[in-house]
Nanobody
Framework: QVQLVESGGGLVQVGGSLRLSCKFSPGTLSSFFIGWFRQAPGKGREGVACIDTGDASTYYPESVKDRFTYSEDDAENTVYLDMNDLKPEDTAVYYC????????????????????WGQGTQVTVST
């Protein structure tokens, strides 16, 4: 059973930083890729960091590139999302999710093939 638990959200001022954590069940990375998504009020879910299954690089959309950084700590069963220079448009609920290794459709193509999701953590950026 894959379980994912996010933490680290909160209220931050424009230009500030936050580190989100996603704690997962031991062994998850042996069968799944972990990706980060966000959903703002009234909007669809957007992938903000994930492993590109084509070349194993880390994919970031233009909206967060050079501000967000994905990292893994296998020993701690945790992936992180470091977010810098935060903007009001980054306000959203942030989720981590698990994509099976045999799926090509990583977050560049949406969230439909991610099978397991955390409960989400709220990030609010104030002006």
């Amino acid at each position: 059973q894959v379980q994912l638990v996010e933490s680290g959200g909160g209220l931050v001022q424009v230009g500030g930083s936050l580190r989100l954590s996603c704690k997962f069940s031991p062994g998850t990375l042996s069968s799944f890729f972990i990706g980060w998504f966000r959903q703002a009020p009234g909007k669809g879910r957007e992938g903000v960091a994930c492993i590109d299954t084509g070349d194993a690089s880390t994919y970031y959309p233009e909206s967060v590139k050079d501000r967000f950084t994905y990292s893994e700590d296998d020993a701690e069963n945790t992936v992180y999302l470091d977010m810098n220079d935060l903007k009001p448009e980054d306000t959203a609920v942030y989720y981590c999710a698990a994509l099976p290794w045999d799926s090509y459709d990583d977050c560049r193509f949406g969230d439909a093939h991610y099978e397991h999701w955390g409960q989400g953590t709220q990030v609010t950026v104030s002006t």
